[in-house]
């Protein structure tokens, strides 16, 4: 949802100014017609008249304009009519008026106009086959994604023999002498097929993918995102009413997840990510409280002060620094080869 409200506001117009597209365009209905704003409604039809007919190809070319000046007749032409269709009618004409008075309400401007563009579309139908058409594309997406992943496990020999392997723990592997039974009435290359989709299989339930190329939920999708979101936003804030009322008017102890929120918004640590992280770091971070500020601000300078000193000491990386005293990729030298 935040994508596409970001998508809409970057591609949107500068609010205040006329909308190329909408109406006449960045010019003014009024000024294309050569009326003011309080013009009748049959002062507009005559300006109309009179300017249709001066900028009409049929006319031009009795003129004998040029080809180059009757296409920018042509032009001028389509656009006085649409400085009419917007002018003729007191709806239309309140509408645009609503519109010059109110540029900077450019989405329900927006709104209003291709509803009277559209007057037999009901814009909920449209607005709920656009998510829908978004949601279906990326649960496709994320599958494809899934697949590929588990796709290259499958072929890849690590992954596979692993999987070979459970498969016989569990009894399910056929040994050479049952495939060459089975041979008698299936295809070597179906016997091959069926493997492949045992070692996938098991490979699904031993390993956890995560990131981008994790299996995809129904749940993650926009549609019930959408659905989801009074769910979302009571849980968000009974959370803060919740930790305001424990922890800063009862004064509590925090329990052990509350110390893990902490400990991942000290360290900068998204909740993926401490999920990937050994029981042993775990251990660690709570032993040192690094649910506290001030512990955790101390740790990470540890830690970086320790991984400057590792790389100090690695030869590989007094190499390199040798090697860019030197000059590096860009020295030149005079040296024969």
């Known amino acids: 949802m935040l994508f596409l409200v970001c998508t809409v506001m970057l591609f949107s117009p500068t609010m205040g100014q006329l909308v190329p597209g909408m109406y006449c365009g960045e010019r003014n209905c009024y000024d294309v017609l050569e009326v003011d704003g309080h013009a009748t409604r049959s002062e507009i039809a005559k300006a109309y008249r009179k300017m249709a007919r001066e900028f009409h190809p049929d006319y031009l070319k009795s003129r004998g304009a040029s080809e180059n000046e009757i296409e920018e007749g042509v032009k001028q032409f389509h656009l ?3 400085a009419y269709e917007t002018l003729k009618e007191t709806h239309t004409r309140d509408e645009y008026d609503y519109y010059l008075a109110h540029p900077e309400e450019y989405y329900y401007n927006y709104y209003r106009y291709y509803k009277q563009k559209m007057p037999n579309v009901d814009v909920r139908v449209v607005l709920g086959g656009t998510i829908t058409a978004i949601s279906i594309f990326q649960y496709i997406s994320w599958m494809t994604s899934y697949n590929t992943a588990i796709n290259y496990m499958a072929q890849n020999s690590k992954y596979r023999n692993a999987a070979k392997e459970e498969a016989k723990s569990r ?3 056929l040994e050479k002498s049952e495939q060459r039974k089975q041979m008698r009435y299936k295809t070597r290359e179906a016997i091959k097929e069926d493997e492949d989709k045992l070692i996938k299989k098991i490979i699904e339930e031993k ?6 190329y994790q299996k995809p939920a129904y749940t993650d999708v926009l549609w019930v995102q959408i659905v989801l979101l009074p769910y979302y936003l009571f849980k968000f804030f009974w959370f803060h009413i919740r930790w305001f009322m424990d922890y800063t008017i009862q004064k ?11 400990i991942c918004r000290n360290m900068k640590i998204r909740p993926l990510q401490w999920e990937l992280y050994s029981d042993k770091n775990k251990h660690e971070f709570m032993d040192k409280q690094l649910w506290i ?4 601000v101390t740790y990470m300078a540890e830690k970086a002060e320790e991984a400057k000193i590792k790389m100090a000491e ?7 620094r040798r090697w860019m005293n030197k000059g590096g990729p860009g020295r030149m030298t005079f040296e024969e080869g």
């Open 80 to 82: 006085i009519a649409t």
């Open 171 to 173: 009894g399910l592997w």
């Open 207 to 212: 390993m956890d993918i995560r990131g981008g």
């Open 252 to 262: 509590k102890e925090f329990t052990d997840d509350d110390k893990v929120y902490l």
């Open 293 to 296: 500020k001030s512990n955790a």
């Open 314 to 320: 690695d030869p590989k990386m007094k190499r390199y």
